[in-house]
């Protein structure tokens, strides 16, 4: 059983800061990419960070510059620093493992950690 633990949600002002971690624990396998997403009310779930295993990174379009997704492997987390957050940045912000086992290949999700900017 895998399960991903997320932390370091909550509300902050415009232009403030805050770091997501997201920790991986059970049966994970060989972790290929650790992810984040998020879903603003009403909205569909969408891409926000992406660190494969061997380290290379990519951003929605919409964070480029201000987000940064990091990863510590001996800890299976991962962490997504955010800065200059916008009330736009406001969402439920979820983890997403994506590993390979004896099994093949799985995906997980945490349970979600809420995001809000106010401006």
């Known amino acids: 059983q895998v399960q991903l633990v997320e932390s370091g949600g909550g509300l902050v002002q415009a232009g403030g800061s805050l770091r997501l971690s997201c920790t991986a624990s059970g049966n994970i396998g060989s972790i290929n990419a650790m992810n984040w997403y998020r879903q603003a009310p009403g909205k569909q779930r969408d891409l926000v960070a992406v660190?494969?295993?061997?380290?290379?990174?990519d951003y929605a379009d919409s964070v480029k510059g201000r987000f940064t997704i990091s990863r510590d492997n001996a800890k299976n987390t991962v962490y997504l620093q955010m800065n200059s957050l916008k009330p736009e940045d406001t969402a439920v912000y979820y983890c997403h493992l994506v590993s390979t086992t004896a099994w093949g290949r799985r995906n997980y999700w945490g349970q979600g950690t809420q995001v809000t900017v106010s401006s």
């Open positions: 660190i494969i295993s061997g380290g290379s990174t």
